[in-house]
């Protein structure tokens, strides 16, 4: 038999019931309903409902039949006008057959069952074969997953799930084990730069903020209803199912739940937990899925990444703002505050939001390769577990929610002294960067002032220069005479070079050079042809000077050649006296001269 797509509807007087039978016969089906029970049956598909309210016989009930879309639709009434059916939308519970609906009758004729299988046990073998007791320690595993009802799952799966939750080997790690670890890699991964990166420079986070998702829109028409009407059952007519959605709840296998309290305060804890994921990703995808989706849900909850079991809805949310701020691309504390209003919005929906959500999730993880194994672990348990939760229980757990309070304080980053510490930073850099203004102000103020400067003083250069180009007129007529005695300079310095001992020590020219105790000026020096022209009439002076000296003197200066280090003595072009005199390289006309190197002293002469 095939379960056909089936959706319900009601008004205050009857219960109406849709059901797509395409290529059945429309003249052979059979329709049974009777107080809460209701059966179609069209071969080959078969429908058995367990209604949340009892409908009645009472010739008012009609049916009918579209060709062309291959429906049924049929009214039924209701056996109390205007009583509202609450869970019309939650079709695996529908589904569910009257007697299956709770495990407890099925424990306790399991219980019944093995206390009579004791009393008609045939008499005790006492013969039997004695084995002797072996004292071992079992290995105790450590339970996880929807209200801890799982262990011994990544035994198996070990190389599967090694992407998908952060711990290593669950079975072994007890919860409080698990928690230490969780925080330790958390306060290892937050970075303080990151944060206060997008601390700082926020316009894309700002944007983010400003997307509405569905439930905003229908959370207003709650909101703005609640003065006409306060009665529990109008929150989930604003939450419509699609197609696919439906496809998934009739797909789940109907099961119940044996949870004591403390495993419901768990899986009460680890909803919120996991909605609150849901909207962080909702959010800063604005509703479009991606190939980080599943990442961000299962990083961003604790219970799905490090099967982790809360105690208490603050440790929740301290626990989903700290991953907020240290794993996701976008790590804004206004983004965690977002995710806690969403979060309340939908509670207060109802379950049919919570289970739309939860669908959602369990899309996107069916998916995405390693995390299909937490919908087996937790979300397939929560979509059919949702549907059979009081509505009283929801507005309880949204009520305890927004009551719950959650400063950056809680998150133990300090994040607030970081704020404190770079706030200072930037006031110090504005100080900085408002000084270096002033500054530079200052600078091209001078900069003015010195160009205004210059333009005065390239007026007095070019009077200057006008100046100078009548000297050089008035000097062409000394140039001449410079040529003149160049010439027979450089005569002079090709003749060979013989020291005191009589030998030749070569042919090298030397460059006349003149100091002034600064800088050497030769006669091609580009310096003022009127000082020129002086210099070289004193050079010529002391040239005749020293050709005029005693022979002694000459002697002396071979005998303090003869006393220098190197085996051949070459006499020094330029040095200076006390006075800061030039000293003169004088060469004899006369054939075959001798090359003596003396000091000459205006003063002594």
């Given at each position: 038999m095939i379960t056909p797509a089936f959706e319900l509807s009601q008004d205050p007087d009857f219960l109406t019931v849709k059901i797509r039978v395409p290529y059945a016969r429309a003249s052979e089906f059979d329709i049974y309903f009777e107080g809460e029970d209701f059966k179609f049956y069209a071969k080959?598909?078969?429908?058995?409902?367990?209604?949340?309210g009892r409908i009645v016989e009472d010739g008012r009930e009609k049916a009918s039949y579209n060709t062309d879309e291959g429906t049924f639709?049929?009214?039924?009434?209701?056996?109390?006008?205007?009583q509202y059916f609450e869970g019309l939308d939650m079709l695996t519970s529908l589904l569910a057959p009257k007697k299956s609906r709770s495990a407890k009758p099925l424990v306790e004729e399991m219980a019944a069952s093995a206390d009579l299988s004791e009393e008609n046990e045939e008499e005790f073998d006492w013969e039997m074969e004695q084995i002797p007791y072996e004292e071992s320690t079992p290995s105790l595993q450590h339970p996880y997953g929807f209200g801890n009802l799982r262990s011994g799952v990544f035994q198996r799966l070990q190389d599967e799930l090694s992407d998908v939750i952060d711990i290593k080997d669950p079975d072994q790690t007890p919860a409080e084990e698990r928690r230490r670890k969780r925080l330790a890699a958390e306060a290892a991964k937050f970075e303080p730069d990151h944060y206060l990166a997008d601390f700082f420079e926020d316009e894309a986070i700002k944007h983010l903020l400003k997307y509405k998702p569905w439930w905003t829109d229908a959370h207003k028409k709650m909101t703005a209803l609640q003065g006409e009407s306060h009665q529990e059952h109008d929150s989930p007519a604003f939450v419509v199912f699609s197609e696919e959605e439906r496809e998934q709840?009739?797909?789940?296998?109907?099961k119940s739940y044996l949870l004591d309290k403390r495993s419901r305060h768990h899986v009460y804890l680890g909803l919120i937990d996991i909605l609150?994921?849901?909207?962080?990703?909702?959010c800063v995808n604005e509703g479009d899925k991606n190939v980080e989706s599943s990442w961000n849900i299962r990083k961003l909850s604790a219970t799905l990444c490090w099967l982790e079991s809360f105690s208490s809805i603050h440790d929740v949310l301290v626990s989903f703002g700290r991953r907020v701020l240290c794993y996701p691309l976008y790590r804004h504390f206004g983004l965690v505050t977002r995710a806690f209003n969403d979060t309340v919005m939908i509670l207060q929906l109802g379950k049919a939001a919570v289970l739309k959500c939860l669908l959602d999730i369990h899309k996107i993880f069916m998916e995405s390769d390693p995390a299909y194994i937490l919908n087996d672990l937790f979300i397939t348990d929560y979509c059919i577990w949702i549907q059979k939760v009081k509505s009283k229980k929801?507005?309880?757990?949204?009520?305890?929610?927004?009551?719950?309070?959650l400063s950056k304080s809680h998150m133990g980053l300090e994040l607030e002294e970081l704020e404190a510490a770079a706030v200072l930073v930037q006031e110090e850099e504005k100080a900085l960067k408002a000084a270096g203004t002033v500054s530079k102000q200052q600078l091209l103020c001078s900069e003015s002032e010195t160009s205004d400067s210059e333009e005065s003083s390239s007026t007095s250069s070019s009077e200057t220069e006008g100046s100078d180009s009548d000297e050089q007129e008035s000097s062409t007529s000394e140039d001449e005479e410079i040529n003149s005695l160049q010439g027979k300079l450089q005569e002079e310095r090709t003749a060979p070079l013989i020291d005191c001992n009589g030998l030749r020590q070569g042919t090298d020219t030397l460059a006349m050079e003149v100091a002034d105790g600064k800088s050497k000026v030769s006669l091609q020096s580009p310096a003022p042809l009127g000082k020129l022209v002086e210099e070289l009439e004193m050079q010529i002076h002391s040239a005749m000077r020293l050709s005029e000296q005693p022979e002694g003197l000459a002697t002396a200066g071979c005998i303090s050649q003869e006393q220098e280090e190197s085996p051949v003595p070459k006499p020094d072009r330029f040095s200076e006296d006390a006075a800061g005199k030039g000293n003169f390289l004088e060469v004899s006309p006369k054939p075959n001269p001798l090359l003596f190197l003396c000091s000459t002293n205006e003063d002594q002469d």
């Open positions: 080959p598909y078969f429908l058995r409902l367990t209604l949340p639709t049929i009214q039924l009434p209701k056996e109390v006008p205007g709840m009739r797909k789940f296998t109907n609150l994921a849901y909207c962080y990703e909702i929801l507005a309880a757990l949204s009520e305890s929610l927004q009551k719950t309070t």
